[in-house]
């Protein structure tokens, strides 16, 4: 029976689609360092508007609770969109 060589698990699907992540001018992927940093970031904003000590005291910890991450997976669910083209009040 042949062996197979594995150079092809080297692929990222990034590269296997010719995907524009990670690319000048494309969405950023980056590590998973920076991902839990602008998490945290994200995370304290939100925080910040919130009046209860025990979700404050946890972010402090280091610890996220599930309320928080909900409310960040919402915000991001409105920062996806685009903006329709506005029509001027000449062109109706």
Do not use: C
Not at 13 to 24: G, I, R, S
Not at 38 to 64: T, Y
Request: charged share 25%; hydrophobic share 40%.
């Amino acid at each position: 029976m042949p062996t197979l060589t594995l150079p092809l698990l080297k692929l990222t699907p990034k590269e296997v689609f010719n995907v524009p992540y990670d690319k000048p001018g494309g969405v950023q992927l980056g590590g998973m360092q920076e991902a839990k940093k602008l998490f945290l970031e994200e995370a304290k904003g939100i925080v910040d508007h919130m009046q209860d000590p025990e979700i404050k005291a946890a972010l402090k910890e280091g610890r996220v609770k599930e309320i928080v991450a909900l409310i960040a997976y919402l915000n991001s669910l409105g920062q996806g969109r685009i903006e329709a083209p506005k029509v001027s009040a000449k062109g109706q």
